[in-house]
């Protein structure tokens, strides 16, 4: 098992449609193989910073998230919100490593 983890944060105007992508993220990444855990929560009193935080039965489950069609719309989406900051990693075996 792999776990990601981190936080994600969008710009003031753009709040609002995160956090439907991320809604719409969570509902189909649950559908697929190897995904144990997909959350993502708004952060109290910091209503532009997302955590985020993923169980995943191994790597190649990771990489077939990756290549899905819900990623690729989601990653669009956070392109136009304005992500002004992101820092999301992966850890294995107890260890915090870049995500990809």
């Not at 003031?12 to 995904?35: D, F, I, R, Y």
């Not at 855990?37 to 955590?51: C, I, P």
């Amino acid at each position: 098992m792999l776990i990601v983890t981190g936080v994600v944060e969008v710009s003031e105007a753009g709040v609002e449609k995160a956090s439907t992508a991320a809604q719409e993220m969570v509902a189909e990444t649950l559908k697929e193989p190897g995904c144990l855990v997909y959350e993502f929560s708004q952060l109290l009193g910091q209503k532009t910073r997302f955590r985020v935080y993923e169980e995943w039965q191994d790597q190649a489950a990771l990489e077939a998230h990756f290549a899905t069609p819900h990623m690729a719309k989601f990653q669009a989406t956070l392109g136009e919100v304005g992500v002004i900051f992101s820092e999301v990693y992966r850890v294995v075996r107890g260890e915090k490593q870049p995500l990809r």
